[in-house]
């Protein structure tokens, strides 16, 4: 009796988060979990990122409480730098420097909530199927494989530990399904492990007095921006539109986000400096794709975890949003 | 054996115990396979290069498939013309880009940063130089790295976001 009194709140603790249900052998079920479980649950471990041909290394600690998720990060390579994060609430924390930037969450992708984009999305533009399952850090781990459509974006194959739903580890391959980028947890603790305290940040106490450098939380409409992006590749949808001042511009740099509910594409459309500029150009380093694009008086340039055409047809099909009757047209 | 030549290959082993395993590294074909693939993890963890002459690369890579936090090497591939070695040829300007993860260091082919004309027939203006610091600005951005460039006083941030 003793025992089933603490197996009973266990039990309606995982009947409450879609990450405890039995996935069965949907691949569509265990990517929701694999959502889920990255969102809602409790964990802290180191992860190694292979992106080209560098590593990084850092610590992620999360932990859900009062519906929201709260997270750090910390770069165990180069100058200290950590991220706290309070569901899409940044604050970056430079001590070198001693300042904190304030910053919302648009494109970042922090392994292992990759999986963010609405599941249809996913479905309509990947084919999913299970794979096997595979022993990763003395886990059960169910490989999920996400194979593209078309040639516009590169596959996934995502590996859920089998009781929790989080991933383990995470690949993103080319059109020769080789490896252009990838997670990996190397050690990791589960729920009851971490503490609430961890994901505070490392420099709480001596960061008082750090300047801090906050972005206004203006929020301007979709399409206020005046570009738009007319035939972006299949299944990628307008997810975001913002101006930015960077550090080394003058005038505001439009952002348009397309996502595929995978992958990402930023489209960064900005005047030009130098209008003797008439070449386009391409690029390509890990997973991540870029195309430079002058276009008039204007500058385009696309960047995005997809392979260099999905970047081209993109940049090509920048230009001004049509009006009509001053209500931008969708 | 295997933890022996772990140990050998760290130095941790005395004189005669190093001598053993030495010789059964040496008198054995499938040891040797396996000290060679220790020290090509052992680079590849510290980033560089693999040695030439190894003569079962199959063997080696299968090794490092089945070491449990293992970095395999990727093996390096040239910018071909018609790229632009971005991150490489940044130059010391970029260092300035500091990375967060998985753009701590710019691993990249060294080269001039050439530009090219667009694929097929889409643009036939001569290549030119693309202005790579923007691009790794444009980096940051995307994927909202934690950057020293972004260091401003707050009134510079008039950033609207949505």
Not at chain 1, 65 to 91: A, T
Not at chain 1, 141 to 157: F, G, M, V
Not at chain 2, 38 to 64: D, V, W
Not at chain 2, 89 to 113: N, Y
Request: glycine share 8%.
């Amino acid at each position: 009796m003793r025992r089933l009194a603490v197996a009973l709140p266990v039990a309606a603790l995982l009947a409450a988060l879609p990450a405890a249900a039995n996935p069965g052998i949907d691949p569509l079920t265990w990517l929701e979990r694999a959502a889920a479980s990255a969102r809602q649950s409790t964990y802290a471990g180191t992860v190694i990122h292979m992106q080209g041909e560098r590593t990084a290394t850092s610590r992620i600690t999360h932990v859900f409480f009062s519906g929201s998720e709260h997270e750090k990060i910390e770069s165990l390579d180069g100058p200290r730098r950590e991220i706290v994060r309070r569901d899409d609430q940044m604050q970056c924390y430079f001590p070198d420097a001693k300042t904190i930037r304030i910053d919302r969450r648009v494109t970042a992708k922090f392994f292992p909530s990759l999986v963010g984009g609405p599941m249809e999305a996913i479905a309509e533009n990947y084919r999913l199927a299970l794979g096997n399952v595979e022993r990763v850090l003395g886990q059960d781990c169910q490989w999920i494989h996400l194979d593209p459509k078309d040639a516009l974006r590169y596959a996934q194959r995502l590996c859920a530990e089998v009781g929790s739903g989080l991933l383990l580890r995470a690949k993103t391959l080319g059109a020769r399904q080789q490896v252009l980028e990838q997670y990996a947890f190397t050690d990791l603790r589960l729920g009851r492990e971490v503490s609430r305290g961890e994901v505070k940040s490392t420099f709480l106490s001596q960061s008082k007095d750090w300047r801090r450098d906050v972005q206004p939380p203006d929020e301007p409409k979709p399409g206020s921006t005046g570009w738009a992006v007319a035939s972006p590749p299949p299944g990628f949808r307008l997810v975001g539109e913002m101006q930015r001042l960077l550090p080394n511009r003058l005038q505001p740099v439009t952002q348009l986000v397309l996502s595929d509910g995978l992958a990402t594409m930023s489209v960064f459309v900005e005047p030009m400096s130098n209008p003797a500029r008439t070449a386009e150009a391409t690029n390509e380093d890990g997973a991540l794709s870029v195309f430079v694009r002058p276009m008039g008086e204007h500058l385009v340039t696309v960047l995005g975890e997809v392979p260099p055409a999905a970047a081209q047809q993109t940049g090509r099909s920048v230009g001004r949003q049509a009006v009509v009757a001053g209500a931008p047209v969708r | 054996m295997t933890q022996e030549l772990s140990s050998l290959m760290d130095g941790e082993l005395e004189a005669r115990e190093a001598d053993r395993a030495i010789g059964i590294c040496c008198g054995n074909e499938e040891m040797k396979l396996k000290w060679q693939a220790y020290h090509l993890i052992g680079e590849a963890l510290r980033r560089e290069e693999p040695r030439a002459g190894f003569s079962s690369t199959r063997r080696i890579m299968e090794a490092i498939a089945t070491e449990p936090t293992v970095l395999a090497p990727r093996r390096r591939v040239p910018a071909s013309a018609g790229r632009i070695a971005f991150a490489a040829a940044a130059s010391v300007a970029t260092v300035a880009v500091v990375g967060w993860i998985g753009l701590q260091e710019s691993g990249s082919p060294s080269g001039p940063a050439l530009a090219t004309s667009a694929p097929a027939a889409r643009s036939a203006v001569a290549s030119s130089v693309v202005p790579l610091k923007n691009v790794n600005e444009y980096v940051v951005v995307h994927r909202q790295l934690p950057n020293a460039e972004f260091y401003r006083p707050v009134s510079d941030q008039a950033a609207v976001r949505r």
